[in-house]
Nanobody, 118 residues
């Protein structure tokens, strides 16, 4: 059973920083594309950033230059460093793990709240 456990959320003032972590209990973690998504109240869940097994990264336009995704395969963990936070970044942040093995499999964490005050 795959489990993703996020941590690092909290309340921060605008302009501040947070680092989210997601620890994954999966076999062969390095095979997975890992992603961070976020969902604000009344809005859909959107991709924030992703990092492939080859460490290629992809970012939403709204976070480019402010957020950095990274992974530590030895620790089965993916990180999201968030700098220059804005009130619009307020949302529940979810970790996602995706892998193709004949079929596509993806898994979600329980989410961690990030609140940015103005």
């Amino acid at each position: 059973q795959v489990q993703l456990v996020e941590s690092g959320g909290g309340l921060v003032q605008a302009g501040g920083s947070l680092r989210l972590s997601c620890a994954a209990s999966v076999s062969i973690f390095r095979r997975y594309t890992m992603g961070w998504y976020r969902q604000a109240p009344g809005k859909q869940r959107d991709l924030v950033a992703s990092i492939s097994s080859g460490r290629s990264t992809n970012y939403a336009d709204s976070v480019k230059g402010r957020f950095t995704i990274s992974r530590d395969n030895a620790k089965n963990t993916v990180y999201l460093q968030m700098n220059g936070l804005k009130p619009d970044d307020t949302a529940v942040y979810y970790c996602n793990a995706e892998v193709w093995d004949v079929f596509r499999y993806d898994y979600w964490g329980q989410g961690t709240q990030v609140t940015v005050s103005s």
